[in-house]
T-cell receptor
Framework: EAQVTQNPRYLITVTGKKLTVTCSQNMNHEYMSWYRQDPGLGLRQIYYSMNVEVTDKGDVPEGYKVSRKEKRNFPLILESPSPNQTSLYFC????????????FGEGSRLTVL | GQNIDQPTEMTATEGAIVQINCTYQTSGFNGLFWYQQHAGEAPTFLSYNVLDGLEEKGRFSSFLSRSKGYSYLLLKELQMKDSASYLCARGGYKLSFGAGTTVTVRA
């Protein structure tokens, strides 16, 4: 089954404790992206990757890192989480973002205390 | 962001029609997407417009006017399951989303 898989789905952590949210897709998509979704603000792009070893900042990259060592994986790293990073995070992939749709993971709800 | 504007909320009756408008910046435009998101779930793709005009897909249609920086999503014969948030997104590698329109369908 074609899918985008994120882990963990839910996480409560404390300020400053490094964490990684993993994202994996099995559709051989070149494009992958991370979004955060907050009430009233909609989906905001954090980072995106057009291919292996190619990543770029989205609209809200501060406090986040990503890597794209393999085509299927695109982990999101919070080196020192802060409470303002409490949010719902979505990973997404696409074969061709110019005309193609985004396939989203189920989301990861992160709470930073 | 890319200044994508859509109404926050809309309410309609089962069986009715609702039109959700979306305006966006026209510079560097590369297609307009609509996604549906039910509460607590991930967004799912509804439609993509790159040329002017109306694209129809069953009960859902999407319209685009590139010169006006305007699109709308038309939902016909509304059903209770259509209660969701509808997201307008401006295409490109830095795909940008509007804040979403929450549609509530009442019996």
């Amino acid at each position: 089954e074609a899918q985008v898989t994120q882990n963990p789905r839910y996480l409560i952590t404390v300020t400053g404790k490094k964490l990684t949210v993993t994202c994996s897709q099995n559709m051989n998509h070149e494009y992958m992206s991370w979004y955060r979704q907050d009430p009233g603000l909609g989906l905001r792009q954090i980072y995106y990757s057009m291919n292996v070893e190619v990543t770029d900042k989205g609209d809200v990259p501060e406090g986040y890192k990503v890597s794209r060592k393999e085509k299927r994986n695109f982990p999101l790293i919070l080196e020192s989480p802060s409470p303002n990073q409490t949010s719902l995070y979505f990973c997404a992939s696409s074969l061709d973002l110019v005309t193609g749709e985004l396939f989203f993971g189920e989301g990861s709800r992160l709470t930073v205390l | 962001g890319q200044n994508i504007d859509q109404p926050t909320e809309m309410t309609a009756t089962e069986g009715a029609i609702v039109q959700i408008n979306c305006t966006y910046q026209t510079s560097g435009f590369n297609g307009l997407f609509w996604y549906q998101q039910h509460a607590g779930e991930a967004p799912t793709f509804l439609s993509y417009n790159v040329l002017d005009g109306l694209e129809e897909k069953g009960r859902f249609s999407s319209f685009l006017s590139r010169s006006k920086g305007y699109s709308y999503l038309l939902l016909k014969e509304l059903q209770m399951k259509d209660s969701a948030s509808y997201l307008c997104a401006r295409g490109g590698y830095k795909l940008s989303f509007g804040a979403g329109t929450t549609v509530t369908v009442r019996a």
